[in-house]
């Protein structure tokens, strides 16, 4: 591949900036922490790292509700201390992608401000406004992701404006030009700076309804599930008119791709897998890597993942990149979701499908779900709808780097509890051990870069039966074949299944050696990775 296709052959790594490292004792993570830790990136062997929003924010939603595109948060650092990120990130071989945030801004962006200043105000028309209803009230039935109307009367001007997050969040009007060429110039600022792509926020959701119709009841909503799933999403997600605003930032974003490097556009799409692949554009004028989170909403099986995985390449445009995803800052962690030896077959599952792999940063040493008390609660999403088990602070809580005080993360008081395990379960005591979970992310990652057919191979379903799912990874005559028990007993795998002369590449089970002898049967919630004896020496990617 050429250096042009980093985000086919590359892992992406996500980083929530607050909870990284800490570089100044404020008990909140910050671009100089990120800095201090890219040696684990390099150690573990990704490729790219997503910093989730480090913009001056009033933190109402932790960054996702900005008040200037174009500068750094003071909690995060400066513009100065991006650079040396960008330098050092870029020194090392690794990739920078930031997060974009289209949909909103923040209440106190400037532009808002002008805009609820006066109906006549130049910069009006750049948010969503309308009119009371008829009876009054909100203009229509639309909800907001965080609780309550997805509307907010503003008393000085007599009209409500449109956020689809809290009321902090006043969505920008796409429909604008003026709107849509300051958010290019956004785009240029960074990429002028040197940045690798973006991440793009909640896109699906950037236009609305011209006419503004009420959104339908959603017929399988359930009583209990949270009060915002009582809607279909008919008029404000996923419109016609995002794709030409797709391409129009694919656009943007290739003015800056040259021979030695392409720029990406990973797209947040929470939809169904027939809307989801539109997103790769016509003549792959869309996103490089629209999101696929189905390994976050399905049934932790074999028979749905097996499924899923066919019909994702049946559905794919012609030469589009798939791309898959355990866990990011909006859901329950992986290890919390399946448990922790699922999570290890869930993480030889995450690099061996055909697809770019995006990690959750702590994922690689199973850091789990910690329970946050309700005095302690930052989440807005918790403080609006309590008890609900929606909050997102559980999955957001400080790395856990060493035995240091705090876990290594601060050395003040960190503005979300550490898990009670950090003593033990670290990156400085998992680095020791064999047997742990980071060092079966390491072993999977460098398997992954020294053969070809699990960086770039075809995909190939197998039959195995039971609770096995199997595939084969296909290059150049080289077949390499994935076995996956998800069940809680042991699978004999069906002999036609292993190749001739099998070696064990990797297993998730640390004790399993490289031959086998006699039938293959793996052990509960084992994954192993089988080749032939020529397999064993590394490729060049
Ligand atoms: C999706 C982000 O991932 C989430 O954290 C945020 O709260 C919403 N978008 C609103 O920006
Ligand atoms: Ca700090």
């Not at 400066?78 to 690794?94: I, P, Q």
């Not at 992701?145 to 409500?160: L, S």
């Not at 028979?303 to 390449?313: C, G, L, Q, T, V």
């Not at 047997?435 to 379903?461: F, T, V, W």
Request: include cysteine; aromatic fraction near 10%; glycine fraction near 8%.
């Amino acid at each position: 591949m050429s250096a042009d296709d980093w985000w086919k052959c590359g892992i992406v790594y996500q980083v929530y900036p607050r909870s990284f490292q800490d570089s100044n004792g404020d008990g909140i993570g910050d671009l100089d922490g990120i800095r201090a830790r890219l040696d684990h990136l390099v150690s573990l062997g990704v490729d790219a790292v997503w910093i989730s929003p480090i913009y001056p924010s009033p933190m109402a939603d932790f960054g996702y509700d900005i008040a200037d595109y174009c500068d750094i948060d003071p909690r995060f650092g400066t513009l100065d201390s991006f650079d040396a990120l960008v330098r050092e990130v870029h020194a090392r071989g690794l990739r920078l992608i930031l997060d974009f945030v289209p949909n909103h801004t923040s209440d106190r962006h400037p532009w808002f401000v002008g805009s609820r200043s006066a109906r006549g105000d130049p910069r009006r028309d750049w948010y969503i406004w309308r009119d009371p209803a008829p009876g009054g009230g909100p203009p229509n039935n639309w909800l907001g992701n965080f609780g309550g109307p997805a509307w907010t009367f503003d008393p000085a001007t007599g009209q409500y404006y449109a956020h689809s997050f809290l009321k902090e969040q006043p969505d920008l009007n796409w429909r604008n030009p003026e709107v849509r060429a300051a958010m290019h110039e956004v785009l240029r600022f960074w990429l002028r700076r040197g940045v690798d792509g973006f991440r793009v926020d909640v896109l699906s959701q950037i236009v609305k309804d011209a006419q503004f119709r009420d959104n339908p009841p959603n017929p399988d909503f359930v009583e209990g599930q949270d009060p915002f799933l009582r809607l279909t999403m008919l008029y404000n997600t996923d419109l016609p008119e995002v794709q030409p605003i797709v391409a129009e930032m694919r656009r943007v974003v290739d003015e800056f791709s040259d021979a030695r490097s392409s720029r990406v556009l990973i797209g947040e799409l929470y939809l169904p897998l027939e809307r989801l692949v539109a997103y790769y554009g016509l003549d792959a004028e869309g996103l490089q890597l629209p999101f696929n989170f189905q390994l976050i909403s399905t049934e932790w099986q074999a028979a749905p993942i097996d499924r899923f995985a066919r019909d994702y390449e049946a559905a794919l445009p012609p030469g589009a990149q798939p791309n898959w995803v355990l866990g990011n800052h909006d859901k329950s962690r992986i290890a919390s979701r399946v448990g922790p030896r699922m999570a290890r077959l869930a993480a030889m599952l995450l690099l061996t499908l055909r697809g770019t792999p995006t990690l959750y940063y702590g994922d690689e040493i199973g850091m789990t779900d910690v329970a946050i008390p309700a005095d302690e609660v930052q989440d807005p999403f918790e403080k609006n709808k309590p008890g609900m088990g929606l909050g997102r602070d559980p999955e957001r809580t400080p790395m856990q780097w060493s035995t240091a005080e705090h876990a290594g993360f601060t050395t003040g008081t960190p503005w979300l509890r550490l898990a009670a395990d950090w003593r033990t379960q670290n990156v400085e005591a998992q680095s020791r051990d064999p047997g742990s979970m980071l060092a079966l992310y390491k072993r999977l990652i460098a398997l992954r870069r020294a053969q070809p057919a699990l960086n770039r191979g075809s995909y190939e379903a197998l039959e195995a039966g039971g609770e096995v799912l199997a595939y084969a990874r296909n290059d150049e005559g080289q077949r390499l074949v994935v076995l996956l028990n998800f069940g809680p007993t042991p699978a004999q795998v069906p002999p036609a299944l292993v190749p001739g002369q099998p070696v064990v590449l990797a297993s998730t089970d640390p004790a399993r050696t490289e031959s086998i002898e006699g039938p293959l049967v793996l052990a509960p919630c084992e994954g192993v990775v089988i080749g032939s004896a020529d397999d064993k020496a590394p490729k060049a990617r």
